[in-house]
């Protein structure tokens, strides 16, 4: 589908190489957002659903990230901390 295409296109050019840092308080009291695999955004999610969601597979280390404390798009590997929480 072609909005989903345009949708997909539209996440990853938000997503940054640039890695990001937050306090471990900041990560936990978050209400999380991401990239599926269909191109859609998911959320909001607390940490643990996020915890679920990256256990399971569905959110990955390259899924796009956001929440309000974080002013862009980020790939989680690139939210320092972020994946010690995940783990």
Known sequence: NAYEDYLRDAFASFC????AE?????LQAAEW???TGEGEMDGPQD???LKKAFASG?????TCVWCEEIDAWLEVMEV???TDLLA
Do not use: C, M, W
Request: hydrophobic letters at 35%.
């Open 47 to 49: 940490l643990d659903s």
């Open 16 to 19: 940054r190489n640039a890695a």
């Open 33 to 35: 957002y991401f990239q």
């Open 80 to 82: 320092k901390g972020l």
């Open 58 to 62: 569905k959110v990955e280390l390259s």
């Open 22 to 26: 937050y306090t471990a308080e900041q």
